[in-house]
């Protein structure tokens, strides 16, 4: 029942990386806003409980127990995971799924959603990114080009933060950023020696959302300098990364426009038939089961990019029966994601009498080369390369004899090493979906997800090519004993799942159009990764935040203008 209370301007489903940015701009620009999470409240700080733990704080050393590890095997193989972070991840056991084909779905439920746990790489996409599904004949074209995205990534990146280099490259533009993370020397001649000999290859430091210099604006948010100390994903006691909780929602609370209401797992979105356009949300209450139901007059969905698609797969009425807004038929297909699979190590021998400083938060990358202007592989797309270089920790030495030789030979660094992994771009296709499971049902009454998604020939072909460039770049950087392998994990673990609800011209072949506004309900937009019409090789947040900040300013215009009622 709608009684007033539970009215809003507008409503955002989620609060992660997109729907921060959701909330924050519609309650900049006036708009009485609820946000709803299905996980708890998780404030800034006073939530972070191991963000300073020493190793020795914690039961069990910051390892994971065997337990844990047979009870939540998807999640134990996400990098991130250990005891010191393990309360900001879903637990498998609590939140299950049916994977029709292997897929470990990464969750984070919690007012912040994953953006406390996230990479926090942040590359804009190039001209060749939109242009690609049309150049080469997949998925569908893209509605929007790179000049109509440049300006909101700017926007976002300042207030963000965003350390780089400006290096002018047209495969990877540069952007608005603080001072750059240095390379270590090792790294500098590996730079060095695959520039000189690949006159198509470029390498710089990576670009990540830390605050390598605060400006202003990030000072008078309580925001701090990174300290390099690589514990992150514990949540940063600097506010010095990027997230939900330590920049957007404040920023929106600040406005007295914002309601945030946790332990709000969506059910559907309510849509009316008779006044033709979504009218609210239904929600389960985690805490005691009761059903409620809020209204606006625009819907934000940013549930991360398959609950996303099954809160769409399961609003059905008598105008969608297939899902809301499902007039193309697509929704919930063309699923793709970034190919990991490649990894490549070799010996360098660096200088002995050299080192480096703390923990540097991002990787040496090197922008895509294959097939960039035209098609030249006999595979589609390519793929983006990182590589560090650094010497074995302290303590590594073995077979020492216990005493002061093993004092000794253990309170100085090793060898030098390099280590070079790809993020691969895989093509959607329409069999590569989600959909919802018949029969078998969760604890709020919501059907599971059936998540039907696998790598495909052109993957395997573009994953040789990696391993085979990688190699041969590493070699003529000058490493010895180059080992080269594929981690055959499956589709999810690189947490970049996308696409289901896509962006497009034609609504006969896409859910939204180039404002991420719903073709056949336009009072709704989908900004998180649920929108993407291909993946490029990019790490994608940055264009997901840059997509939302451009998605409010449309969808406040119109609703001025009355074009949305």
Known sequence: MNNGKNTFDAIVIGSGISGGWAAKELCEKGLKTLVLERGRDVQHLKDYPTMTSHPWDMPHRNAITLKDKEENPVINRCYAYKEDTEHFFVKDSEHPYKQEKPFDWVRGYQVGGKSLIWARQTQRWSKYDFEGPARDGFAVDWPIRY??????????????????????VETLPDGEFLPPWEMNCVEK??????????????????????????????????????????????????????????????????????????????????????????????IVD?????????????????????????????????????????????????????????????????????????RRPTAVMMPNFRNVKKQETDFLRGYMSFYTAGRQGWGAQKNVP?????????????????????????????????????????????????????????????????????????????????????THQAPGLDIHEMGGVRMGRDPKASMLNGWNQMHSCPNIFVTDGACMTSTGTQNPSITYMALTARAVAYAVNELKKGEIK
């Open 402 to 486: 216990f005493g002061e030789e093993f004092k000794e030979k253990n309170s100085v660094p090793g060898d030098w090493s390099v280590f070079m992994m790809m993020q691969g771009e895989t093509v959607p296709i329409e069999s590569n979906q989600v959909n919802l499971d018949p029969l078998e049902k969760d604890k709020w009454d919501i059907p599971l997800l059936n998540i039907s998604v696998d790598y495909t020939e052109n993957d395997e072909k573009l994953l040789s090519d990696f391993l085979n460039q990688g190699s041969e770049m590493l070699e003529k950087a000058g490493c010895k004993n180059i080992r080269s392998w594929d």
């Open 189 to 282: 001649e590996v730079r060095d020696k695959i520039m000189a000999h690949y006159k198509d290859r470029f390498v710089m430091i990576g670009r990540c959302a830390h605050l390598t210099k605060p400006a202003e604006h990030h000072l008078s948010q309580g925001r701090g300098q990174c300290m390099a100390r690589n514990q992150c994903y514990r949540g940063c006691p600097f506010g010095a990364y990027f997230s939900s909780n330590s920049a957007t929602l404040p920023a929106a609370a600040a406005t007295g426009n914002l309601t945030v209401r946790p332990h709000s797992v969506v059910h559907s979105i309510i849509y009316d038939d008779q006044k033709e356009k979504a009218t609210g949300v239904r």
């Open 147 to 168: 000049d109509d995205i440049a300006p909101w990534y700017s926007y976002v990146e300042k207030f963000v933060g965003i350390s780089g280099n400006r290096d002018g």
């Open 286 to 358: 985690s805490l005691d089961g009761s059903s409620k139901e809020y209204f606006a007059k625009i819907i934000f969905l940013n549930a991360s990019a398959l609950n996303s698609n099954l809160i769409l797969l399961n609003s059905t009425s008598g105008r969608f029966p297939a899902g809301l807004g499902n007039d193309s038929g697509v929704l919930g297909k063309y699923i793709a994601f970034h190919n990991y699979r490649g990894n490549i190590a070799g010996d360098y021998e660096g200088p002995a009498d050299k080192y480096y400083f703390g």
